[in-house]
């Protein structure tokens, strides 16, 4: 290799490996931010009254006396959400709207519920477990895993945590799960709590969650202009005909909701994409 050949591999190699470090070390590019919602642009008053708009997107309605920045009273914004509902019902004849549903929170007590026994006491090593600490399915590290297959004479794994439990372990999901479903009524039925500030809650146009088919998503939603999840309708209704700010989903009453809609369409076929 000539003098001038090794003055130049030098360098090179330099900025090649400087390149290589600046890769390594360079931050990584932040993920794309979530594409906000669009909005529901209502027409303006030219009293300077509220003006609502229906979560259709298109039906609009200007509370007189109330001012813009104002907040409807419970009693003002039930009626102005039945006018609204009344002119897209005019509107369109034909739209299949599915009527209030039979309320879930009606049944104050979980399926099946049952008195909570006592907790059975913990077996010994080896032992066979009661029979009604077991549901069949599987078997935990503390349910007698290696005796349950042959008291069950079923063919079970072993070891599935999901499969070894009792009637109580039941009963405390149940009135847990239900709990979570009477948070998600309580948001669902008050308009400060879902973060509204013109007085209108989600209950309004759709009374026990009528009409909201969960069952139905994901899909094409027009006011959206793409798929949508259930969560982002709801968040659309939030920003536009309650006129607060949409929530994270994480937000324990973004999933609360999402737990109180679905449990009023409890047995309803999922048909994801209908309209």
């Not at 009409?211 to 959206?224: D, I």
Request: hydrophobic residues 35%.
């Amino acid at each position: 290799m000539t003098l001038r050949m090794k003055l130049l591999v030098v360098p090179c190699a330099a900025l090649s490996f400087a390149g290589g470090v600046a890769l390594a070390t360079s931050p990584t590019k932040p993920a794309p931010a979530t594409e906000p919602l669009p909005k529901h642009a209502v027409p303006a008053s030219k009293d300077g009254n509220l003006v609502l708009g229906l979560c259709d997107g298109e039906t609009t309605l200007e509370v007189e006396g109330v001012k813009e920045g104002q907040k409807l009273t419970r009693e003002q914004a039930l009626r102005a959400s039945a006018k609204l509902m009344s002119d897209w019902r005019q509107k369109n004849p034909d739209a299949n709207w599915d009527d209030v549903p039979a309320p879930v929170l009606a049944q104050a007590a979980p399926p099946g519920a049952k008195k909570s026994p006592s907790p059975a006491p913990q077996p010994n090593p080896g032992s066979r477990p009661a029979g009604n600490d077991v549901r069949q399915g599987g078997v935990g590290a503390q349910t007698g895993a290696s005796a349950v297959p042959q008291q069950q004479k079923a063919n079970v794994q072993t070891g599935h945590t999901y499969g070894a439990y009792s009637e109580r372990d039941e009963q405390i999901w149940a009135e847990s799960t239900q709990a979570f479903v009477k948070e998600g009524h309580r948001v669902f039925h008050d308009a400060e709590a879902v973060g509204g500030t013109v007085g209108v809650s989600c209950d309004m146009c759709h009374p026990d969650a009528a009409n909201t088919h969960p069952e139905t998503y994901p899909k094409y939603q027009v006011q959206l202009g793409r798929v949508a999840l259930l969560r982002d309708m709801i968040n659309w209704c939030i920003e536009n005909p309650s006129r607060g700010k949409p929530l994270a989903d994480g937000d324990p009453r973004m999933r609360a909701m999402e737990a109180y809609i679905y449990a009023q369409r409890k047995g309803t076929k999922l048909e994801y994409g209908k309209h």
